[in-house]
């Protein structure tokens, strides 16, 4: 073991909560806990959260954790959404030049931030910047994002909580769609991997997740397969004649063939965010516009139009209090991991989840941690492989291995 | 006990599915089954259920329920949204000549309609029918409603999971709305009576129900206030200034002074359903107008809008799949109470559910059942009580103490 530099920890979140993003800010706690932080002769002195991640940091808005008891820790773990608060803010060089000034005025030595690529991409300039000055600061990122969108991870922590949900919300609402039949549209999180909306395929009945001529949702879009407004209207319309009714997952980035997102042409008047994406979430907008082109299309000379419905599964997917228990455990565990590796060598990095047998293998699920280079993460995405796509609307057996074991066990509901 | 006169029973749901629906048409069957239906000798011949209500009654779609065994029944009852099929007919007095003749057709003396006020109706007009054709038919409405406006009952089975859906959302995306700041509008279930919307109180930590200013949703709007569009968004403004965020519940069905409703005022092109109600579910179109009228009216001049987001819950408040454990309970009894009438007696009637102790009361909650006729439930529709509100944007202590023993144990989360 290294010998560690004398000062303190500091711990944020970043970018939409999570149903276990507390997990991994606790993971980390108890992991420099472990280590010692707090006790008298420890070189880890104080462990410090940032208030709303790096926009607290820069303007000194810490909290002290190091005194929590093991109770509250636990209450905080099962938490629900960023404790400590988020931020959407996405620093540059200079943001990060200041992020680095906060660190040496307040003592910091060890840098923690749970977030998705743009968060490990601030970690890599923030370590950069340190590396520059010649001071020594320990830069880990801790990964999350319900998108799954993180490379060089079998999968990111939050996505399976989310995908459980996602699975849950489709499996009674496919209930709901044969007792009083019509079409439904249901708009999933995910502006350009599609791992969330293919995760309701885990809806349909265990015994056949590749039938989605038997169970809903039949229809699956995801942004990787590019959508046809015209082949969309013919699939419903195939489906919704031979049953009378249809059920379509639709993710909010799907795109057309040149890449313009769907959403960006139906939304008017939009908002644009600090990274200036056009707003997908918090609205029903796609959904709904997808729903009246239904309407028009398909309702025939001189009669009525189909009964038609979109719902937009909104913020709650991501922070929904039933996390599956494969990803509280993991979320926790790649805290923790990243607090392991900065207290016992000279290391920066984030954490990757491997999977210890292939997809589909006979023995049971299991996962390993291992530290990546911040750079090999660093605002980067990742997208559906096109091995877990069955053509441009539905997903394929491994993918279906591949998301069940994370999200936890489903119910099993009687059919008449 | 009156002698029973010999044929088949039949079983229907109808109207907008809910968690614990097939908890009441288990119940009537286990009620059927415990008198000996089936059974040489016994004069209740078959049990049958209707396929999506009296429309699939009418075409002679049915199913035989005799035979199920334990097992079944008892995934059946944990299953939800409508196992038969539900319909959204309101059958008028020609409609119910043909559920009768359907019943002679096949036999049927034991009529049991599970449903909302309209469905109740239908009972009654069958009733009619059948008596003064001298015919024998025992007709039962079993209670089920989210929206909780059933006259006559403490509260209708399917409300309580509707409300601990509601509560359970709220509770996340508060969370959520504390870590990332901003305007959150949550549009719920409810076209007249308001209880679900309200149930969004609950998500307030349970040592501070009443306080508003600590914890979301800091405003609730129900239709039985009238809504100001300037008023709401000098609410908004108000709170948004102190805090800067706010969280919003809003009910589906919100009305200004002159009772029109603010989504139909909104909402362009909204399709009519067969009662000639404007569509409220399955669009996001009231949050986003509210949205997009706060992003007007609260920015300031020559700056950025707030950042505003509507949610609408949609279908899954209905049929989400973890009831709460006092209505799962309370569907089966209902369904059992019938049919426990409807061969005991020359009776006809609905289900009502009595609160033993007065809200508020020290002594745990208890409840029980008795009959009513079903002309004191038809067709009416009951709102919140003057004394379950708080003003025009709250609920009252009275609301929190009725609806909190109903929607069983909600989490207890940390804050920082």
């Known amino acids: 073991m290294s010998s560690l530099v004398d000062g303190n920890a500091v711990i944020g979140q970043s970018g939409g909560p999570t149903a276990v993003i507390n997990q991994s800010l606790v993971g980390v706690v108890e992991g420099l806990l472990a280590a010692g932080a707090g006790r008298p002769g420890n070189p880890i002195r104080r462990i410090l959260g940032m208030r709303h991640g790096v926009r607290g940091l820069t303007k000194g808005e810490l909290i002290d954790l190091t005194d929590f008891d093991r109770p509250?820790?636990?209450?905080?773990?099962?938490?629900?959404?960023?404790?400590?608060?988020?931020?959407?803010?996405?620093?540059?060089?200079?943001?990060?030049?200041r992020i680095f000034e906060a660190c040496e005025k307040h003592g910091i030595r060890y840098f923690f931030y749970v977030g998705?690529?743009?968060?490990?991409?601030?970690?890599?300039?923030?370590?950069?910047?340190?590396?520059?000055?010649?001071?020594?600061?320990?830069?880990?990122?801790?990964?999350?994002?319900?998108?799954?969108?993180?490379?060089?991870?079998?999968?990111?922590?939050?996505?399976?909580?989310?995908?459980?949900?996602?699975?849950?919300?489709?499996?009674?609402?496919?209930?709901?769609?044969?007792?009083?039949?019509?079409?439904?549209?249901?708009?999933?999180?995910?502006?350009?991997?599609g791992f969330l909306t293919a995760a309701s395929a885990l809806a349909r009945r265990s015994d056949r997740?590749?039938?989605?001529?038997?169970?809903?949702?039949?229809?699956?879009?995801?942004?990787?397969?590019?959508f046809d407004t015209e082949r969309f209207v013919q699939d419903v319309a195939q489906v919704y004649d031979a049953k009378g009714r249809?059920?379509?997952?639709?993710?909010?980035?799907i795109c057309d063939r040149d890449g313009t997102p769907i959403g960006a042409t139906l939304i008017k008047g939009g908002?644009?965010?600090?990274h200036g994406n056009v707003q997908l979430s918090g609205s029903g907008a796609l959904g709904d516009a997808l729903a009246d082109l239904l309407k028009v299309k398909l309702t025939p000379a001189g009669g009525k139009p189909p009964r038609v419905r979109a719902d937009t599964f909104g913020y709650i997917q991501r922070c929904w209090p039933d996390a599956s228990p494969v990803d509280a455990s993991e979320?926790?565990?790649?805290?923790?991991?990243?607090?392991?590796?900065?207290?016992?060598?000279?290391?920066?990095?984030?954490?990757?989840?491997?999977?210890?047998?292939?997809i589909?293998?006979?023995?049971?699920?299991?996962?390993?941690?291992?530290?990546?280079?911040?750079?090999?993460?660093?605002?980067?995405?990742?997208?559906?492989?096109?091995?877990?796509?069955?053509?441009?609307?539905?997903?394929?057996?491994?993918?279906?291995e591949y998301c069940r074991p994370l999200i936890g066990t489903l119910p099993i509901y009687e059919r008449l």
Chains 1, 2 share one sequence.
Do not use: W
């Open 246 to 253: 249809c059920h379509v997952a639709v993710s909010e980035g």
């Open 209 to 226: 997740p590749f039938e989605p001529s038997t169970d809903g949702p039949q229809l699956i879009y995801v942004p990787e397969a590019p």
């Open 331 to 358: 979320a926790r565990g790649v805290g923790r991991f990243a607090a392991d590796l900065a207290t016992s060598g000279d290391l920066d990095g984030t954490v990757a989840i491997e999977r210890v047998n292939p």
């Open 72 to 97: 509250r820790l636990e209450r905080l773990a099962v938490t629900p959404s960023a404790a400590l608060g988020s931020t959407r803010d996405k620093p540059d060089e200079a943001y990060c030049k």
């Open 116 to 193: 998705g690529n743009d968060s490990s991409d601030t970690c890599r300039i923030v370590n950069e910047v340190s590396n520059r000055a010649g001071y020594e600061l320990r830069c880990f990122h801790v990964p999350k994002t319900v998108d799954n969108d993180l490379v060089g991870s079998d999968h990111t922590p939050g996505f399976p909580s989310a995908a459980r949900f996602v699975a849950m919300a489709c499996m009674a609402d496919f209930l709901d769609n044969i007792s009083l039949p019509g079409i439904k549209i249901n708009v999933v999180m995910g502006r350009h991997a």
């Open 360 to 400: 589909g293998s006979a023995q049971p699920y299991a996962a390993r941690f291992r530290r990546l280079d911040l750079s090999a993460v660093a605002a980067k995405t990742r997208h559906m492989p096109p091995e877990f796509l069955d053509g441009h609307c539905n997903v394929s057996r491994a993918f279906i």
């Open 271 to 274: 908002q644009v965010d600090a």
